[in-house]
């Protein structure tokens, strides 16, 4: 037994030493630094600098990120019960052509478009102006927690359609016609019957997303102001001005702990359906 | 696609359309539910054209092939969600949704998940969420043939009862013959998006009025016939036999007839009965089913399946005895022949 388990480890070994030097170190590390006095005693005392300091961006980004992970969900919905239950061809056609592009631009360049697109003289102003919907005196610009809000529901709702429309494409359609044939509205039957069967699948997508917004460093940089802003500014902001990793780790760690609570309502919800069945 | 399809259903009868895969005959009840839209031509409901009416709105219930049950519902939802979504109070709801649950012997199931239930009890819980707002029209697109032979038979009578009992007009898609036959007033029967034949299933499966419905309806052996006129009645050939004398009413000229294994017997090879064709052959195979023996019989280079209570020995000279009136003879100038045994 014992030849063939350490060629077994031999085997995955490479695997291994990626996943400890490149994930696992530096996550041990930032976690140990962040509870770390300068002269190696343990305290909280850069959680208690990054809460004087941040608390108000703590806020802002859960604030930012929960009402973006909603409108993704809203929207998500829309567009996949449109693209599963809508006997409209040419919309159907339009739609399931048009929502991935958004899929295959990286945060940065969305960010930038945005600038563009968002500010008190941009395309969006510009072209209301233009449509005389309103004067130019009237304009305000949107690169504000609203822009953030804008390019994340922008970037993130293709990925959870994506997920989900393959989920209700997967459902079997005679329950969405034995809803009709019963009398249910369409609305009714998304609401109602299609959306609980795919249920799972909404979940993961929007804490897939919740996490990855969470995380993006570049939107809240180039769309909105300093103040405030989100804590992935904050955490490049101490390193690279003032070389304080201890208090950026531990706004990691609250970036963490924010993700955490997510996964951990995930997990619950998870382990009750599988005790249900 | 569907041809000059043109049917009128009587308030309270049970239709069965019958068919092979591929025939129409879900077609046709996908767009009498308006899951299809027709491109042409009328559904007159109650003298009521609603070709361009919502599903939703057409007021019929539809049992499912696939049960169509939401599995996130427990049987009371599945069941009430047809008077939910016409505004009925909650308490109400349980009441009607108990006396159907009742009727379909599933009393104290309200609250099951609809996922731990056997095949019948699922199909039994569609039958009761389309029963339960009282639908004047009940659609059933093969709603059976998911199920194991006992079950099935078992609810074939239970539908057909239901059906007797509360007065609603059904529609059974199926591709069961005896399914059909058994449940339904008349029987439909389709071929490439046509109608084939309507009536009564002993007139269809009596009288055929094509090669298609006779082979469809069992009557899948053929033999080819010269039919001539000989006094007052014909004088009936076949290539192997002697002729014989018949006095019904068939075609005359070259015939194609269609019988099923059931008609013909056996016989003495020289015999000669009145209104029968005797085909002289021998027995090549014997099986014993049950109850009776099921002989092979070549005639030529041809092999016809017999049932017969006797016991014969192999490779013995028999007659294939065939009553001329039990034969569907459709006339070879007038059809193309097709795909028959």
Same mark, same amino acid.
């Given at each position: ?96 052509? /048009? ?6 631009? $990286? ?25 005389? /919907?309103?004067? $130019? ?20 709702? $293709? ?43 909404? /979940?993961?997508?929007?804490? /897939? ?69 | ?85 016409? &505004? ?31 095949? &019948? ?14 639908? +004047? ?65 002993? +007139? ?15 009557? +899948? ?121």
């Amino acid at each position: 037994m014992a030849r063939p388990s350490f060629f077994g480890l031999l085997l995955i070994a490479p695997a291994l030493a990626m996943i400890g030097g490149l994930f696992l170190y530096p996550l041990g590390f930032s976690l140990v630094a962040a509870f770390t006095e300068p002269d190696g005693d343990l305290s909280v005392m850069h959680f208690q600098k990054a809460y004087e300091l941040y608390s108000t961006d703590i806020l802002f980004t859960i604030f930012i990120v929960v009402v973006s992970t909603l409108l993704t969900g809203l929207f998500s919905i829309a567009i996949a019960g449109i693209l599963t239950l809508s006997e409209t061809p040419w919309l159907v056609g339009a739609l399931r052509n /048009l929502y991935r592009w958004p899929l295959f631009i $990286p945060f940065i360049v969305a960010a930038q478009c945005m600038r563009t697109f968002l500010a008190k003289n941009g395309l969006m102003n510009n072209s209301f102006v233009a449509l005389g /919907l309103m004067e $130019p005196l009237q304009t305000t610009s949107f690169l504000d927690w609203r822009g953030i809000i804008i390019t994340f529901v922008w970037k993130q709702v $293709p990925f959870v359609t994506l997920m989900l429309a393959g989920a209700m494409a997967s459902v079997d359609r005679a329950t969405i016609e034995a809803g009709r044939n019963l009398g249910a509205s369409r609305v009714r039957v998304l609401i109602e019957l299609v959306l609980p069967q795919v249920a799972q699948t909404l /979940l993961v997508g929007l804490v /897939l997303s919740f996490v990855t917004m969470l995380s993006v460093l570049s939107v809240p940089m180039m769309v909105a102001g300093s103040q405030p802003t989100m804590l992935t500014v904050d955490m490049a902001f101490r390193i690279n001005s003032y070389g304080d990793y201890a208090t950026a780790n531990a706004l990691g760690v609250i970036s963490y702990a924010i993700a955490g609570t997510v996964a951990w309502i995930y997990l619950r919800h998870n382990i009750k359906r599988e005790v249900q069945a | 696609m569907l041809h000059g399809v043109s049917l009128s259903v009587v308030p309270g009868e049970f239709i069965a359309i019958l068919g092979s895969s591929g025939c129409g005959k879900t077609t046709l009840l996908r767009t009498i539910a308006g899951f299809q839209k027709a491109s042409g031509g009328a559904i007159r409901l109650f003298g009521r054209d609603v070709v361009n009416m919502p599903p939703e709105r057409r007021g019929m219930a539809m049992m499912f092939q696939s049960y169509a049950l939401w599995p996130h519902m427990t049987v009371l939802g599945n069941v009430g969600y047809g008077l939910r979504l016409r &505004g009925v109070p909650k308490d109400e709801i349980r009441s009607r949704v108990a006396k159907v649950l009742a009727m379909l012997n599933l009393t104290g199931f309200e609250d099951r998940k609809v996922t731990n239930l056997s095949g &019948g009890q699922r199909q039994r819980v569609a039958l009761g969420r389309a029963l339960a707002i009282e639908p +004047e029209i009940l659609l059933l697109d093969e709603p059976l043939s998911n199920l194991d032979a006992k079950v099935r038979i078992q609810l074939r009578s239970e539908i057909k009862a239901l059906q007797s009992r509360l007065g609603f007009t059904a529609i059974h898609v199926t591709h069961d013959r005896e399914e059909a036959m058994t449940m339904a007033d008349r029987i439909v029967v389709m071929d490439t998006g046509r109608i084939a034949q309507v009536g009564a299933p002993k +007139e269809v499966y009596d009288h055929p009025n094509s090669p298609f419905v006779a082979s469809f309806m069992g009557a +899948e052996n053929t033999l080819s016939l010269d039919v001539r006129p000989s006094g007052s009645g014909v004088e009936v050939r076949a290539d192997e036999a002697p002729p014989a004398l018949y006095s019904g009413e068939v075609p005359v000229g070259p015939v194609t007839a269609y019988f099923r294994d059931d008609v013909a017997s056996l016989d003495d090879p020289n015999a000669r009965v009145d209104g029968s064709i005797v085909l002289p052959g021998n027995i090549t195979q014997r099986t014993y089913p049950g109850g009776h023996y099921r002989y092979v019989v070549a005639i030529g280079n041809r092999h016809f399946t017999v049932t017969d209570d006797r016991y014969h020995e192999l490779a013995r000279p028999v007659g294939l005895r065939l009553p001329l009136a039990s034969l569907h003879m459709f006339s070879n100038n007038q059809t193309t022949g097709g795909n028959h045994a």
